[in-house]
């Protein structure tokens, strides 16, 4: 047991008293919520008709998860009924006092209803609600009464039926084809959602339904209905709806497809409302029965009540001989017996009907002459049934000539009326109820009827024929169709159904179509359905659901807009196009869009080819081909074609490709993949993921050397640089400057960065010129220094320049150099030549001097030659490219050319001729140590001693003293010369040393 002490009672009254005063003084008293307020206390109808008395729904809630769509239903009550045969069902609150809102669901869980019908003020008045529906034998069906926006009072509920609809379908054949963007035809299962709205936009939902549907090389055929029990054959009253179709994973379907009726069941809504099959006087409207309704056309006595034909049941009260029987009217079917001048109709009485028994009335052979009866007129003078002869034109004529209108009717109906007009008569032709209103010179030529009138209030306007056309100003013409209204001078519509030009807007012309509307001077739609034209001078050839011309209130600001036809798209640019396609929108003066989807222009003179989703705007004379998504928003910036291309630069242009971007002034990205050319006149041919940063940068192609990783494809970071391919290769600094590091090239290879001015990289891998002109090729050469050129093989250890304007090349396997084709590197040398020159790996230059390469060979003079090497002057200098510390020792080339004539020219000596020139004085020099040899010898034989030889003895040697001395002056010449004669003269002057110290 729960225990409440004192304090807890006293706290729970005060809030009572409290709850109570506020109620009070809100002048609401508590009172319950109806008995059926919640969907699972429905109130249980068993049989129908049902009409209870009046139901107070103050205090009525709208619980959790109940449906609250419709019309923003609220404070609900809740009936249930299951018909036990179908029964088409209409509930209504007629006679409510407050504003209801009335839906019919179908289901088993309060949040999981499907609503079958809905309306809000359907009813009678207004304000009450009235909705219809096909129960089907034993579903149940649940309906929902409340206020609009939560509205209460007393609440009318009734339920009745209109009996049973047999044969009647519950489901509705839709067939369709799914296609992907590309094209191409989709197969497989797909789930649809289908639902069904007042408006081909926006609008209500009414009604709703996901099926899994097989689709076949895009064809599908399905029966709306079949899933959800009952497709609601109240959203088919009399009203125009549309399907709206969702594929899984796409947008729903925009503008929605139009249902239209089966021709037979449009006899379905004559017996809508016939309740229990059965047609009572109540149900017909005056006059509404004639003979063409009645089988055989006949009325026997047995379907007439006593007395019930009278004159006023009979048409103009006249009963001609054809209605009559034989000798049915005598005196006693003639009121008094009598039958006066006013019972006659004229000319009625012929001497066929008159019998010849009053005397003196009727003369021998019928009635006495009497000219009265033609009004002293010769029968000649009337139209003959059968047709006149000997008329003249201008004089005789059918006609009147009074001011009245004149008719011919046929049937007994009005087929034409002339009117007359002091200016220009109206000619009224069609259904009698079509009508000329304050208008002369008009014409009807046909159609219309008793609920759509043809009619004409402009003078000189003309209705060809159709139904419920207007023409309301002056010159217009409607040549026929249903429901067009021609409302401005010199306007035309040809045809078609709800087609309307509007006031003051003239030379306006509709071709036909359906629902299109020329509200502007000079504006043309050729057909097609809902189509707009809103600004002078525009034109819509056909399609659905186009504009030409903008929505601003004025028809001069946007003139002469065109599409083409398509569905969707607006041309609200001055003498903008769209040619076709869907949802396409030219808002840019003088812009175009050829066709495709979703595509907008909004720049000057901009265009869109076709294609999906691409944009030409934001500056003027910007084009995009086609493609997916491109975008060309600068001054004549081209994108080609492709995928995610933009243009973005002043005459930029992106070719083709896909996320490529040019935003540079007069950029070019070719193609490829994800480029971008942001440099002014920079240039990206291709590739993926490159990037020309500095101006008139040039990346021919190539890309990422790390598939997928952006960072490592081509780069040119400054201004006039170049690469030509590969991956990760760079061509300048990359710092923020674009013009601190121009001109550097690398033509490809990979990971090579040409970072200083005017460097060069031809290709190869990781090579760095970052001195200025500098070059570097092969792997991992560094051209450091500015000038400097390495050329590195393929080891994978550095090559480094060493100083500036150093030339360096590492090559493991030799150097050759030459004239021919055919290079070979012998073993030990590291530089060859094709003339047989070479450089040993110990750094020793071996000239070239085979026999079989030398002609024209002479014998020289050595004694001469010595002399001239004794003449030759040799110093001491340096070179003025080295530091004076450097010394040299030797003669010039002047001088050694002056003395010997050898060598190309007077400002070089080939070593080999100087070792020659050294030979052939040691040879001389040699033949003179022979002489001085056999002269010592000799004297030696005499018995002088080297000690005693006089001076003359001296003279005669050609020596001053021992041959020693000689030797010596020979090891001399030889250093100067040449280093092959150095290496000779040592070992003579070995010789020489040695026999000086014998």
Known sequence: MIKIGRLQMTLLLTIAVAVGLISLLSGQAFAGKPSNNDFSSATVISSVPHDPAALSTVGSTTETGEPVTCFSIGSTVWYEYTPSVDQFLIADTNGSDFNTVLTAQNGNAVDSLVEVGCDDNGGTDGIDSKISFLGRAGVTYYIQAGGSGGGTGQLEFNLTTTGVKTGLPTVLNFQGRLGLISGAPVTGTKVIAFRIYDAATLGTKLWEETQSVEVTNGLFNVLLGSINVNLPTALFGGNTRFIEVQVEGASAQS????????????????????????????????????????????????????????????????????????????????????????????????????????????????????????????????????????????????????????????????????????????????????????AYGATIGGGGTSFNINSVSGIYGTVGGGSNNTVSQQYSTVGGGLANTAGSPWSTIGGGSANTITATNTYATIGGGQGNTASAHSSTVGGGANNRVTDAGGTVSGGINNQAGDNLGTSIDRLYATVGGGTGNTASGVESVVGGGTGNTANGSQSTIGGGTGNTTTGVESTVGGGFGNTAGGAAHTTVGGGFFNNATDTFSTVGGGQGNSATGTRSTVSGGQSNTADGGWSTVGGGENNTASGDRATVGGGRSNAGDGAYGTIAGGGEAAPGTAATANRVTDDYGTVGGGGNNQAGDGTASTTNERYATVGGGQSNTASGQGSMIPGGFDNEASGDFSFAAGRSAQATWDGSFVWADGGASATVSPAVNSFTVQAGGGIWMGNNNSPTIGAGRLINTSSGGFLTVGGIWTDSSDANLKTNFEAVNTDEILSLVADLPVTSWNFMTEGDEVRHLGPTAQDFYEAFSLGQNDTSIASLDTGGVALAAIQALYDRVQEQEAQIAALKGEGVAPAEATSADLAATGSDGPSGLFYGLLLALALVLALPATAVAIVLGRKALARAGS
């Open 255 to 438: 503008p929605r497809t139009r249902i239209g009726t089966v021709p037979f069941a449009m006899l379905a809504a004559i017996a809508q409302d016939v309740v229990d099959g059965s047609v009572t006087t109540a149900d017909l409207a005056a006059n509404a029965v004639d003979s063409s309704k009645i089988v055989n056309g006949t009325v026997a006595a047995a379907d007439l009540a006593a007395n019930s034909v009278d004159s006023s049941k009979i048409v103009n009260g006249t009963v001609a001989a054809a209605d009559l029987a034989a000798n049915s009217v005598d005196n006693s079917t003639i009121a008094d017996g009598s039958v006066t001048t006013a019972d006659l109709a004229a000319n009625s009485v012929t001497a066929a009907n008159v019998e010849f028994n009053y005397a003196g009335s009727v003369g021998e052979g019928g009635i006495a002459n009497d000219s009265n009866l033609l009004d002293g007129l010769d029968s000649l003078a009337f139209w003959k049934l059968a047709g006149n002869s000997g008329t003249t034109a201008g004089t005789n004529f059918v006609g009147t000539t009074d001011d009245e209108p004149l008719e011919l009717h046929v049937f007994g109906t009005r087929a034409l009326r002339l009117e007359p007009n002091v200016n220009s008569p109206n000619v009224i032709g069609g259904y009698s109820g079509n009508s000329v209103t304050s």
